[in-house]
């Protein structure tokens, strides 16, 4: 699989408008950790790619925890004393404390307050926030238009419901030549909130749809779950099946502009964690990896200690690092489509990484072959070789049956695509055998002669 | 044990001062590496501690050395031509050679000269010299004064006495709940130096009163002995028990204004190590951690490559390093007070990381466990969590049986004092086990079901 | 071994002339990878070592390789329409593409061209180009002289010859006390340039000579070996027996104005590596240490994944860096004697650094030693202790048996030299043992009562 060179050459140009779009068609929907929110978004991720829908019942026990009840809400509004809307959740659903129980008052200023959520240093946007867990009811607003309520008496009224019902999530899985997964997860469960939500589950979609048509050597996995109790539940469900996670990422804000930040995974050296590192220096941008901590996102579930699982995060921005964050300001203009589109690029070329990352040998370990009679070698010698030479060494030198594609591109500074071309060309000319398909043949053969022709070996004692 | 805490409570307000005043009643003694001014100093420090005082006599084989002769001083002088003492041993114990043998004669300046020691580039300050394995006698006086001595002969006289008698050291031992033991050493062979001498002696004497008066998981050993020599015979004397030796440290020279420097064990990376780097780090003021290196204090003796004792080193200025070392001016105004308080408490912190450094096990290790339900998370979603919660999070996800609460608190940033709080929280909740506990848990009962109450365990090969 | 102060009192006065010299005898010879060239300079090189010549015939197989035709060349030229030589091997012999076939025609500028190199660049400098696989013939001159040549018609002539032949090497053996071998190597396969060939092949010849006179630990082996396909044929004909080598260097570009870069052995940390850091750190010129590549001299092969021997390069300027490089530019004024009589010295330094680091055995490993008694401290106490001593305690503290004294040179910052005289004054006086002797010791009288007096052996177990 080449992914990056598919997207490229069969993409449709306009990639980072359309992963916009269907962000910004996604954008109005009031989403939280269960209800038709998340249900109408995982359904219109399903007009896209095969994705199955799971349900899982209010009161389930999923490790630790308990899935809720089931949250919907039809209208919320906070009335003044002429009858008026001053606050209304049918122009922002990020006004409804999410997950408020019903309630229909009226009260004054002075005991309404105790429900209403501003950001003081930020007086023009309205906050994001929850109550899953402690039935509570509230309004977030903006800081000055708090300030300039009068005292007088108010009418508030959540027409939300919190019934027996399910948490849903969404799983889409694409069979590889290996049972071995590429996990990828994104979180669903935010309401209008572009960058922490839908550029994540945007490009994740997108990504899908790409590694849908080729020829994969792993097999992927893509959830779209609620978070936290989303990725609990997924994971109790389907806890005996983890071993197989070969690589995982969790996608989250990565459509804003800023460099990308790659928190590793809890075991801090795993392969994704090194790809990782590697596909960051090559795309050249600035960028960060960070080492893990047990704050975040889902990861947070997937490298909790039984687990341990080596999935690690990409973001752009790190939450709660920057200003716009679980507020309104997080809309569609600070997405870019720009940033989306490269993000996917990134992503696949995470992807080709993984995919392509082999081992070798060399099959003629002593000294260097002459690569001028095979047409890798420039004829007029004197001058400074090219990066695809150096490459064509690299692979070589490194070709010991120990050393990854990536551990040569990691050392040698050579990009990851540069090392892998260099390598089919090795493999062609029949310097190079892949370690895999060489102890499959020996597998097969266990008499066959070995690939080395000379037969002897220095001891090497030291 | 929670050292810090217990004396921010109950020891005394002026702390500083007192250990001040402790040093201050001992500047005057003429000590020496044996003689009656090292038992005049073990006697005050036993008025405090239960210190038991050992005598190793004059002549007896310790290891390579052998315990010199016991060296007592009553008068020394240098008169001039009309009979006035100039240089006069009663107004300074520094102004003579320590270890001088005795002498009574007179001579010309020329001759005198040979005997006299001095600072050129500090000319008002007086040096401290000594002359232990080689009879010899001498004086030291300040540059300015050598330089106006006139040429005319002088009366020399150093009414001391090298005899048959005993080399003395202290020892004070709390039992603790393991046989495992911390030491504490400190030297006590100098004369009026403040820095170097009293300042660790008085701190370590001040410790031990506290550490006395708690509960405690290891076994404490203070010693107080003659440089090298002293740290030797106790060797000698103790080679067959130092394996229970856990953690070392050798107090010295943390009463002037300097940030603190930490001087690592020979092996680099154990416990003591860590737990300084964290406890200084914690502690926020500057500071340097140093390798090891085999000049020094009796760490050298400890870190000898056949004994190989996990002991590190704790100072404020490092020896040789400060223009003030080994002078008249290391004296009772070179430390403060306030000083001798901040390297208790250090050392204080350190004892309680020592203490309360264990290895738990999340017993609820996949995935989070809920939190909200122990009251131990906020209830409102959305903004960023404080450290409290932060740490809490960290100690569930590095609580696998490998990592301990000093590695919590290294990797996390978190404080030792934080994390080991969350641990607390944590297993009051009923979330962690105790390894040790769960270990004697074990052994009383092998039939015990396992703590964790889910019973698949993923199998992760890679 | 000390070759460093043998070459300091015994070697001539003006070292760095006299390598000078013997690099200008060299300079005018046609070098190439085959040919009389290559003889010319090993049988001067013969004239002050005892050089092993070796001949491998054309048509040989050396791992991949060939043995190509034997190249010579007698004359060169461009003439003019006027009959001019224009351009003439006999003033450069640069002049003529390497390995060129003969050619005699009449040509026209247009066509000429497609045979002419030049560096546009540097437009007055002459550039080396080779073509040995390739059948081709050209020239190079300076891109100047190519823009003024006018639109004629011009005869160009090579008489040359490929012919059935030999390629010749040159060996030289110094046996020592271990058949374990020091294997320095240099490529001799250029023609008229000064760093890149004659300045480290001169270093090399002067290097032998000394390390001839001396008595040695390791056997010696120099070779000097047209690039690549020498170095291809020596470790063909000695791959059974290259496991000897223990430590190895290339040494080329050795005699400019530049600080000194050592690339390390693809290994990366073996002796010859920590060995050349010690050494260069404590030579203390601007240096660089750099890791290991697959491109740069003859290492290219020694490292090969088959033989992964342990053998780093010594450059002063590195290949491709240096305008210079591989020009008419690389002439006698580039290369300094001073610079060659420093690269010599360095060697020799490294030479005494493998030679003399052993591994010790303190035999009074608990405490330290009473040095005083042994006339190793200073009688009077109380003053910095200087390098000397420090080095002594080094020593005896890390002479565990684990730690040679490179290791120990490296930790204390101390230079090897200085422990070197350390660990030779303890053994001296009996402190310490040497490893080795003490195994062969072992050897003859398993019984021997052990070397350490004290009989216990504290069970420190963590």
Redesign the interface.
Same mark, same amino acid.
């Given at each position: 699989m080449q992914l990056l060179k598919q997207i490229e050459q069969n993409g449709p140009r306009d990639l980072g408008e359309q992963i916009h779009q269907f962000a910004a068609d996604l954008y109005p929907i009031c989403r939280s950790i269960t209800g038709d929110g998340v249900r109408r978004t995982l359904t219109a991720i399903q007009t896209r790619i095969p994705l199955k829908i799971f349900e899982v019942p209010t009161g389930a026990d999923?490790?630790?925890?308990t899935i809720p009840k089931e949250w919907n809400i039809r209208d919320a509004y906070i009335k003044n004393a002429r009858g008026e809307r001053i606050v209304d959740f049918q122009r922002c659903n990020l006004h409804v404390?999410n997950y408020s129980v019903p309630v229909h008052e009226r009260m004054p200023l002075r005991k309404l307050r105790d429900h209403l959520?501003t950001i003081p240093d930020r007086p023009d946007w309205i +906050?994001?926030?929850?109550?899953?867990?402690?039935e509570?009811w509230g309004f977030c607003l903006s800081h000055n238009q708090l300030k300039a309520l009068p005292d007088e008496e108010y009418e508030v009224c959540i027409e939300s419901a919190l019934t027996q019902g399910h948490l849903s999530y969404g799983e889409c899985y694409f069979p590889g030549a290996s049972d071995e997964e590429v996990l990828i997860s994104c979180h669903i469960c935010h309401p209008s909130l572009a960058n922490d939500n839908l550029s994540g589950l945007a490009v994740s979609t997108y990504l899908a749809q790409f590694v849908a048509a080729e020829q994969r050597r792993y097999s992927y996995r893509f959830l779209f779950v609620p978070g936290?109790i989303g990725?609990?539940a997924w994971?109790?469900r389907n806890?005996?099946k983890?071993?197989v996670i070969?690589h995982g990422l969790v996608l989250s804000g990565i459509g804003n502009d800023s460099g990308f930040h790659y928190k590793k995974s809890?075991r801090g050296n795993?392969e994704i964690d090194r790809a990782m590192s590697v596909v960051l220096r090559d795309n050249g941008e600035p960028h960060k990896v960070l080492?893990f $901590?047990?704050?975040g996102y889902d990861e947070?579930?997937y490298? $909790? +200690?039984?687990?341990?699982?080596?999935v690690g995060c990409l973001m752009r921005s790190v939450w709660?690092t920057f200003p716009e964050y679980?507020t309104s300001a997080d809309n569609l203009d600070f997405i870019k489509p720009q940033r989306l589109a490269e993000s996917l690029r990134l992503c696949a070329t995470l992807v080709d990484v993984l995919e392509n990352n082999r081992r070798y040998r060399?099959l003629?370990?002593?000294?260097? +072959?002459?690569l001028?009679?095979r047409g890798l070698y420039r004829?007029?010698?004197?001058?400074?070789?090219d990066s695809e030479?150096?490459a064509l060494?690299?692979v070589?030198?490194?070709?010991?049956g120990e050393h990854s594609l990536l551990d040569m591109s990691a050392? $040698?500074g050579q990009s990851f695509a540069t090392i892998c071309d260099a390598a089919r060309r090795l493999q062609e000319t029949g310097l190079l055998a892949d370690i895999c398909e060489e102890e499959e043949e020996r597998d097969r053969d266990p008499e066959a002669v070995t690939s080395n022709p000379?037969d002897?070996t220095?001891?090497?004692?030291?």
């Open positions: 999923v490790f630790d925890w404390l959520f +906050p994001y926030r929850t109550s899953y867990y402690r509570n936290t990725a609990i994971l109790r806890c005996e983890v071993a070969r809890r795993v080492d $901590s047990p704050y947070r579930q490298c $909790s +200690p039984g687990f341990n699982l080596p709660g679980h060399n003629l370990p002593y000294c260097e +072959p002459q001028g009679k004829s007029t010698g004197g001058q400074a070789i030479i150096d060494l690299w070589l030198n490194l070709s010991d050392t $040698s000379i002897f220095p001891r090497l004692s030291h």
